[in-house]
């Protein structure tokens, strides 16, 4: 395995799963264009690439080489490389390692090399994909190894590593429970089995969760944020109190985490630190921002769209607390989730943002040029045209929806090669049904036609504000549909028409001459348009991500007249 900078975290592993998954998902396709080949042979040399630097197989690698063979693309990776990755693999010594880990006559050096020795094991059981040894060996160091709940200087603080643990704790129950969970495991891992202490092997032990057993969770000092690390997902409701945990700790070490920002030429405690304990702070640090980033993905994949894009913005306003070095970049090169998170943002703002703003994404509707949100989108947006990735295509679908091209926006949501584009890069991430660990094609088409019904109804209110009367097939053609798809997508309109009580604001139908009609006063039309886009808004973000395949006709009817 290679070295790394005392600053560098050294995650890079955690893309493997990812582009194996990005891989599967496109070798199993029927049909692949020339740019998803292309993506399809890149997932499988970068996933090779980094098997190479860790020493470690995950367990498609075999059909990444069979790929790279098969279309004669020249590589590395022969049966010589395998052997000699398997005979590394060999040379990781697991009882040795518990032998380690119980040698209690060791000094805070041997105590740190414990440390790295862990994350190599906890490294290669992540590559397997091998959850439940990776869990069990979290378990058995965390039983092992005493964590201070509060460093009594930087040096102390650094060598603690605490926030790096919990950062592996944390990425391993979302892997393994939500985005790329391994269903061959004879034994399928439950949130309620992951525990922070030992496993009961080891139960004599004391588990890290006694060590802030006694600490207050109600009531945190402020370390970054509004919320400290945002509103906790549901999806991992069962860990909020272990979330509460890593803020409890950061407020407790408020002042020495917040050092390096406040530095100054006459700072002789800072000035004094050696570069190694500097960067150790970096690192923690870092960890706190990727736990944080997580936790506010997570509402993504959970269909929370406005909390999503509120919590982004929050921590894209925050101070790293890490001189020259912000938010965005953590997130961006040491976890290298670029195309994923600007994907996710662009999507997000098509469900919560008025089409209007969708262009410069300077949104929440109190924006001014002064608002700092607006330095921010533009930082987003010159990194979306930066490249011709998957955010490139979906932030294009913005644009089409913003200037009304309603034709072309439906011939993109109805591309199959779009479609696979999106499921291919960010189909674990994408909501699905309750149904445990949905991830497949048919999801991803579930979640664009959810996303192209709420941009028929979001075109509907915003054609019917500046129409006093429109006949019905004249809007089916505005909205981009030919007439033949007329009678589905009109049920749908007047189904929204039913929920939102639109008959109250003098919008309805007349069905005995077949057209949409708007009735109001011109003078209350904007506090009306307003009022109607929050409903909807509100409609989207409340939606069960089961709901999709019968969206209106179905659940959504019977959530609001039952």
């Not at 060999?90 to 440390?115: H, I, P, T, V």
């Not at 939500?178 to 309620?192: H, K, Y």
């Not at 860990?239 to 945990?245: I, P, R």
């Not at 808004?537 to 959530?559: C, K, Q, V, Y």
């Amino acid at each position: 395995m290679t070295s790394q900078a005392p600053d560098q975290l050294n995650v890079s592993f955690l893309r493997i799963p990812r582009l194996a998954n990005q891989f599967d998902t496109l070798i199993n396709s029927s049909q692949l264009a020339a740019g998803e080949f292309d993506d399809l042979t890149l997932a499988a040399q970068s996933c090779l690439e980094l098997m190479d630097q860790y020493k470690t197989l995950h367990p498609s690698y075999q059909a990444m080489i069979d790929h790279l063979n098969s279309h004669s693309v020249s590589h590395k990776y022969s049966g010589e490389w395998i052997s000699s990755i398997e005979q590394e693999e060999g040379l990781l010594n697991l009882k040795a390692f518990r032998k380690l880990l119980e040698n209690d006559d060791l000094n805070q050096d041997d105590k740190s090399f414990k440390f790295d020795e862990f994350k190599k094991v906890y490294i290669h059981f992540m590559i397997k994909n091998d959850y439940q040894q990776a869990s069990y060996f979290i378990n058995l160091f965390s039983s092992f190894i005493q964590f201070q709940s509060q460093a009594h200087n930087h040096n102390q603080l650094v060598d603690n590593r605490y926030v790096e643990f919990f950062f592996y704790q944390f990425i391993l129950q979302i892997y393994s429970q939500l985005w790329f969970p391994n269903n061959n495991e004879t034994t399928t891992t439950t949130r309620a089995s992951f525990q922070l202490g030992p496993t009961s092997e080891d139960k004599e032990k004391i588990p890290i969760d006694e060590l802030f057993e006694n600490e207050p969770t109600s009531s945190y000092s402020n370390p970054i944020g509004n919320n400290n690390l945002g509103a906790i997902s549901s999806k991992i409701k069962n860990y909020d109190n272990l979330l509460k945990k890593i803020n409890f700790y950061y407020a407790k070490n408020e002042i020495l985490f917040n050092s390096l920002k406040n530095q100054s030429n006459d700072d002789n405690t800072i000035s004094k630190l050696s570069d190694l304990t500097k960067k150790g702070l970096v690192r923690e640090l870092k960890f706190f921002w990727l736990i944080k980033w997580l936790n506010v993905i997570l509402m993504f994949e959970e269909n929370d769209m406005n909390h999503f894009l509120e919590n982004c913005y929050e921590i894209l306003l925050s101070n790293s607390n890490i001189p020259n070095i912000t938010t965005l970049e953590i997130i961006f090169n040491d976890f290298e989730f670029k195309s994923e998170l600007l994907s996710a943002i662009c999507l997000a703002s098509i469900f919560t943002r008025p089409f209007k703003e969708l262009t410069l994404m300077n949104d929440f509707g109190n924006t001014t040029n002064k608002d700092p949100r607006n330095f921010i989108d533009q930082q987003l947006i010159d990194l979306i045209v930066s490249n011709d990735g998957l955010e490139s295509s979906i932030y294009q679908l913005l644009l089409n929806i913003s200037e009304l091209n309603t034709w072309e926006t439906k011939a993109k949501l109805l591309n199959d090669q779009f479609i696979l584009k999106i499921y291919s890069k960010l189909g674990y991430l994408l909501p699905s049904s309750n149904e445990r660990f949905i991830n497949n094609f048919s999801n991803a088409k579930k979640f664009i036609y959810y996303l192209n019904l709420i941009i028929d109804f979001k075109n509907f209110l915003l054609i019917l504000s500046v129409s006093s009367k429109i006949p019905r097939l004249t809007m089916l053609k505005k909205l981009g549909y030919k007439e033949s798809q007329s009678e589905e997508i009109s049920n749908d309109l007047l189904a929204l028409m039913s929920i939102l009580n639109l008959g109250e604001q003098q919008i309805g139908y007349n069905s005995k001459l077949d057209y949409f009609f708007n009735d109001i006063n011109q003078q209350d039309e904007n506090l009306r348009i307003l009022k109607l886009q929050k409903e909807l808004n509100t409609l989207s973000s409340d939606l069960e991500s089961d709901s999709f395949a019968s969206l209106m006709r179905g659940i959504l009817t019977e959530r609001f007249f039952s």
